[in-house]
């Protein structure tokens, strides 16, 4: 996955966004929910076989003058892992970005993040992935995230289908111990 672009480079699915196809019911996420009008609005692409986010952080995703904040570069690889994860569930199922039917939603069961270096505050943000490994309910997603070219942070999160207890009008889940 060394390879540097920006989110604009989409192959095979017409330039469309994986959040855009999202239902409205699943299109709330702070990272990359299109309806959440104070949210970051990720998009991630298709790119050859890889998946593809680019984000460039302001003034206040500082953590120390000059650099990134960690939770903000979690939360790319995590939004862009999950993205990434619903393609692959989508596309395992013979479906392209553009058919009728919406793309399944994921959510994070585990996320690691490895920083490599500090993160530069200034140049694009390019997070590029892709599934290893993708099951019935469950997919693997390996990421890296570079700043003007160069590799920041790695991650691996595995992604899951989001539970029926998500979707809404579903019954509340039990509260813990009952």
């Known amino acids: 996955m060394a390879k540097e672009g920006t989110a604009g480079v989409a192959q095979g699915d017409h330039g469309i966004a994986v959040q855009d196809r999202y239902p409205d019911d699943f299109a709330w996420c702070y990272g990359c929910g299109r309806l959440n009008p104070a ?3 990720l998009k991630t692409y298709r790119d050859g076989e890889e998946t593809v986010t680019a984000f460039r952080p302001r003034p206040e995703h500082t953590a120390i003058p000059g650099f990134v904040y960690g939770g903000l570069i979690a939360s790319l690889i995590d939004c862009h892992g999950t993205a990434t ?5 989508y596309h395992r199922d013979g479906h392209r970005l ?3 039917e919406p ?6 069961a585990s996320l690691q993040v490895d920083y490599r ?3 530069p505050l200034g140049p694009e943000l390019v997070v590029r ?3 290893v490994e993708v099951g019935a309910r469950k997919v693997v997603v390996e ?3 570079y700043a003007g070219g160069t590799l920041c942070a790695r991650g691996r999160m595995v992604a899951v289908l989001a539970p029926p207890s ?3 009008g579903a019954p509340p889940a039990p509260a813990p111990g009952t």
């Open 98 to 100: 553009g058919d009728p």
């Open 103 to 108: 793309v399944p939603r994921c959510v994070t």
């Open 143 to 145: 990421s890296e995230l």
């Open 166 to 168: 998500m979707t809404p």
């Open 129 to 131: 992935g892709r599934a």
């Open 117 to 119: 270096r500090p993160t």
């Open 39 to 41: 949210g970051l609005h």
């Open 85 to 89: 994860a619903s393609l692959a569930l």
